[in-house]
């Protein structure tokens, strides 16, 4: 007999699924795993290196309140009543060629990093009135900016009277900007070089702030569709700073950089008009989409404050850019992945221009193909993915939502904090921004160092195989710092990938794998991957449990180091006899992948022990001097 299947039903006939259902059957299963709490929100979060709380449930409850309609005050869904974005390349050498190809296959603005001199050869082919330039001089901003207008004046392109760029424009669109937001003081994140902690205008060096006062005026006089300052907030991202940082850093630079503007003249409303903002795009997208979504309502509350709320040039506008500081120098091609998930966090986000970095960055001047990846990225989402036909996707989502308000709050505290220490300038100088930077550092290094934070191709899944890439390296003193100059999250695996790779032979590890193959493959795994992290080379015994065999396998491999590999239950009847064997045979450490004391065992390899000091310590005993 044949039972007929059963009629699907509508979700309407399911019963709802309540908070407190989900706290009953989440507190069974902590339970089972050992765990004795009475919160299961508690027991389950997570929290960011900088100190915003992500909890494992939301729903509606969660929700902040109305976040308001696009283009419309406090501009949490877009500074913009309509979707889509600028896609930004950026160029490090006057190749009118490569810009051409650029203009002519998906870009719309250029982000040039050049010396004034080398601007009408980059320019040459380009319709200054068409598109928006970004011009990064650095300390040459004036020269910069007069090299621009001189061009557009013989070239006859008019004064813009929309918004529709962000850097040294001709005289169509664009901000004429550089180096005039360097604010004062640095900072050393641990394991990076000296940090320029930039922002908007601070007041490091007097010259900078002139330069940044006199094109904000002449913007306002001759060019009202230029604006004069960028608010670079990447630095304290690069500085090991995190979202909420960022922003908080980001505000406290805009207020300083609205100070000085609306000191030397501007009214208020002008002063908001000459400002655009930049800030890192990471692969953690979620965070990446509500930090931009916070960013606008920060200064959405600044602009109410300022009495301009709702006016023209009130709302942020926005530059994203993919973060230097997640690139990876060993396996480059990855790097097109993070800047992928990037890029869609920052359209999605709702910014107005996107920059991604190409996946060479890191190694020097990218390449013809990298620089078509990179483009190529933006036009995917943009064309294919239609990620632009909708304005702000995320709006609505319990969890975007709360994460949005929750990184706004921390992040106005830390602005908060920055002002009462007398504002940016003096919060810089006095250290009070480097240490706090310094402090979240810290604490991301250290989950990276245990790859609670894993890097794919450097801290996990290191191909020792790979074949380097060659690039040409960029030109001393280049006005631009692509690539970063703050930390890399790979750096200090790098490190040491580097220096097996500079041994004449490469380090190695020899893995007593004690038992079948079902028993030990798991461990051996998970070993081969650590060691591997750091360059060291690992040779892998067979399926065996004689402790004379493993170490006559041992001496035969040439290695000096061994690490037991195995199930706990094989370990009980066989670790410490099989590392008696190993000293015997001359090892001068022995490790064991997985927990547990057995004599003749020095020290255990397990998830979420200390890679970074694994790999160091064995490095020493292997005699190679760092």
Not at 48 to 66: E, F, M, Q, R, W
Not at 234 to 241: C, I, K, L, R
Not at 519 to 525: F, G, I, P, Y
Request: glycine fraction near 12%.
């Amino acid at each position: 007999m044949t039972v007929p299947p059963e009629e699907p039903r509508s979700a309407a006939e399911f019963p709802p699924v309540t908070r407190d259902r989900w706290r009953e059957l989440a507190l069974g299963v902590l339970r089972k795993s050992g765990v004795e709490t009475g919160s299961p929100e508690e027991a389950l979060a997570s929290t960011t290196h900088d100190g915003v709380t992500i909890a494992p449930i939301y729903d509606a409850s969660d929700l902040p309140g109305d976040p308001g309609l696009p283009g419309a005050a406090p501009y949490v869904r877009g500074s913009r009543p309509e979707g889509g974005w600028e896609v930004r390349q950026r160029h490090e050498e006057p190749d009118p060629e490569a810009i051409l190809a650029d203009l002519e296959n998906g870009v719309t603005s250029l982000w040039l990093t050049l010396d004034p001199e080398d601007l009408p050869r980059a320019l040459a082919p380009v319709y200054l009135d068409l598109i928006s330039i970004t011009l990064d001089a650095g300390k040459r901003t004036r020269e910069a900016a007069e090299a621009l207008f001189a061009l557009a004046a013989e070239r006859g392109a008019p004064a813009s009277p929309g918004d529709a760029g962000t850097a040294v424009s001709g005289g169509a669109s664009g901000t004429v900007s550089g180096d005039t937001g360097r604010a004062p003081g640095s900072g050393r994140p641990p394991g990076g070089g000296p940090v320029a902690l930039t922002g908007s205008l601070g007041a490091d060096a007097l010259a900078d702030a002139r330069t940044a006062v006199e094109l904000a005026r002449r913007c306002v006089r001759d060019h009202p569709g230029l604006r004069a300052v960028v608010v670079d907030a990447t630095p304290y991202h690069e500085a090991g700073g995190g979202d909420a940082e960022e922003l908080g850093c980001s505000v406290a630079a805009g207020v300083a950089a609205l100070r000085t503007l609306v000191g030397a003249g501007l009214t208020m409303e002008q002063a908001f008009g000459q400002l655009e903002f930049r800030y890192a795009a990471t692969a953690d997208q979620f965070l990446t989409i509500a930090k931009l979504r916070a960013a606008r309502r920060l200064w959405a509350r600044v602009a109410e404050v300022c009495g301009v709320s709702g006016v023209p040039g009130a709302a942020q506008r926005q530059h994203a850019v993919t973060s230097s500081a997640m690139m990876t120098a060993r396996d480059p091609w990855v790097n097109m992945l993070r800047t992928t998930l990037a890029c869609f966090a920052a359209g999605t986000g709702g910014a107005d221009a996107v920059t991604v970095q190409p996946f060479d960055t890191r190694l020097g001047l990218p390449d013809a193909f990298a620089r078509r990846i990179a483009r190529n990225t933006q036009s995917l989402l943009v064309e294919e993915a239609g990620v632009a036909r909708v304005i702000d996707p995320a709006g609505g989502s319990f969890y975007v939502e709360r994460l949005t308000e929750d990184l706004a709050g921390r992040a106005w505290t830390w602005f908060q904090e920055i002002e009462r220490a007398g504002g940016m300038a003096d919060a810089l100088a006095s250290g009070v921004v480097a240490k706090r930077l310094a402090a979240t550092w810290e604490r991301h290094a250290a989950a990276i160092a245990r790859r609670r934070d894993p890097i794919t191709g450097v801290s996990e899944f290191p191909d020792l195989a790979e074949k380097p890439l060659s690039r040409r390296p960029r030109p001393a003193g280049a006005a631009g710092k692509a690539g970063g100059t703050g930390v890399h999250y790979a750096q200090e695996f790098e490190a040491l990938r580097d220096l097996a790779d500079a041994q004449k032979t490469r380090p190695k590890v020899f893995l007593a794998t004690i038992g079948p193959v079902a028993a030990h493959t798991a461990r051996a795994s998970f070993a081969a991957n650590l060691f591997q992290a750091g360059g060291i080379a690992t040779v892998t015994g067979g399926a065996v449990t004689d402790p004379a065999e493993i170490a006559a396998e041992f001496a035969a491999g040439g290695a000096k180091v061994a690490c037991l590999c195995s199930s706990d239950r094989l370990y009980a009847g066989h670790a410490e006899a099989v590392a008696a064997a190993l000293r015997g045979a001359g090892a001068v450490k022995v490790w064991l992948a997985g927990k547990g004391e057995f004599e003749g065992v020095d020290d255990n390899l397990y998830a979420g022990c200390d890679a970074l000091g694994v790999l160091r310590t064995t490095f020493e005993d292997l005699g190679v001097a760092r």
